[in-house]
């Protein structure tokens, strides 16, 4: 066979293959909702089995990994909260290629949970971009130097920052739902104020295009999402006591629906033409949300309600036509999302703080000791798998050409065989 045609027959597939394979950019991965795409995703593992590699990450950090193409990101603060490090490995050996001291910060107050490295990083295959405990921006390129920092946007919590950035278009897209640092600490926290808002960076440059304003709202840590209906889009952001839609363009705030609660975690989650959110301490309660359009904000409304086994922390999961959520104390439910309906119900047991993922239809839970429970996305519950690595868990699954990245305290692991370039 002529060498030339040998060389294509090879290639070929080799291509196919690597246009298939699906990064996962950012907070929840390529869609925000945690979902992936991949097939024959590992269903089996331990500490010593079915393991690709296991790297040590210095520091402290609750961030997510991210994977794109061949490189894995993670952040990290020293132990005392102070140095901000963004760590870039080789997705194929595990190798730490580079691990870069982006600036230095002053810790604040944070919650027992949260960390100065909680938020995820995102990346659009040229540039990460992190955003670390005091608010500060950072955006370096794939040789780990600092392209920009936007260290303006100072930010305080009494929960400390617990939300991740995402990427629209050329935009950097981030809320802010803040408390005061001031005297009265309980302002923004426990008492509704109006410094709430969505904020926009220009990507390229690290400077703000628009602040959306909330209007009166509480603390939150709720990472925004895209909503797209034909030609228009939203960026769907919540906070404590609001849901709101915002103009991807202008900022311009496009409707807003009450929920009531402060310290909402859990972020925005799209599916079927609703909007899936829950509500924080005070009135937890989840809801499916009718988003508005532009030429009638009043067109936005609450379609249905739960208030049992409600989740403070980890994000839902819409997939395979259902919605499945799971509360700090391991119980897990599937509700049919046009209607609101329990399907069922059922205690997984451990607390939990990671948000959970679906792929190749089944949905991948994780505690907080490490367990991994696996069950199938269907309208009935079954268990498919139960793995542990044996240690602390909070950050949450990362899904990329077929393996599983899992951040633990001390360790990043790769769950799965072993890819060649």
């Not at 027992?112 to 659009?124: G, M, Q, R, V």
Request: hydrophobic share 40%; aromatic share 10%.
């Amino acid at each position: 066979m002529n060498s030339r045609i040998l060389i294509g027959a090879v290639l070929l597939p080799l291509v196919s293959l690597a246009a298939m394979a699906e990064d996962w950019p950012g907070w929840r991965g390529p869609t925000y909702q945690g979902i992936s795409t991949e097939k024959n995703v590992p269903t089996r593992w331990s500490a010593t089995e079915n393991v690709a590699w296991k790297t040590p990450i210095a520091g402290q950090g609750w961030s997510s990994p991210i994977v794109f193409g061949d490189r894995v990101f993670v952040t990290a603060t020293s132990p005392d909260g102070v140095k901000c490090h963004v760590i870039c490995l080789d997705r194929v050996r595990g190798s730490i290629l580079w691990d870069k001291e982006a600036f230095a910060q002053t810790p604040k107050n944070k919650a027992e949970k949260n960390s100065y490295a909680t938020s995820t990083p995102c990346t659009d295959g040229r540039r990460v971009y992190a955003v670390f405990g005091d608010g500060s921006f950072v955006a370096l390129d794939y040789d780990g130097q600092v392209v920009w920092l936007n260290r303006e946007q100072k930010f305080y919590s009494q929960h400390g920052l617990g939300t991740s950035p995402i990427l629209y278009g050329d935009l950097l897209l981030m809320a802010r739902d803040g408390s005061s640092e001031g005297v009265d600490k309980k302002l923004g926290w426990q008492k509704p104020w109006d410094k709430g808002v969505l904020l926009a960076l220009d990507k390229e440059t690290g400077k703000i295009r628009w602040q959306g304003s909330r209007g009166r709202s509480r603390i939150a840590h709720v990472v925004p999402n895209v909503l797209r209906d034909g030609d228009q889009v939203q960026i769907v952001s919540g906070a404590g006591d609001v849901v709101q839609g915002f103009d991807p363009a202008t900022g311009r705030r496009l409707w807003s629906v009450k929920s009531e609660g402060e310290g909402v975690v859990p972020s925005i989650v799209v599916g079927g033409g609703l909007v899936f959110a829950t509500s924080g301490f005070g009135a937890p309660t989840i809801r499916a949300i009718r988003p508005g359009i532009t030429a009638d904000p009043a067109s936005a409304g609450i379609v249905w309600e739960w208030k049992k086994a409600v989740p403070m922390i980890p994000s839902f999961v819409y997939a395979e036509g259902l919605l499945f959520t799971i509360n700090e104390s391991g119980v897990a439910q599937c509700f049919d999302p046009p209607t609101g309906k329990l399907l069922w119900q059922q205690r997984i047991g451990g607390q939990h703080s990671a948000s959970p993922i679906c792929a190749d239809g089944l949905v991948y839970l994780l505690s907080e000791s490490g367990d991994s429970t696996i069950i199938e996305a269907a309208r009935q519950y079954e268990q498919v798998a139960k793995n542990s690595l044996g240690e602390k868990c909070q950050a949450s699954y990362a899904v990329s050409r077929g393996q599983i990245f899992i951040r633990t305290e001390r360790n990043l692991y790769c769950i799965g065989a072993n890819k060649s370039k």
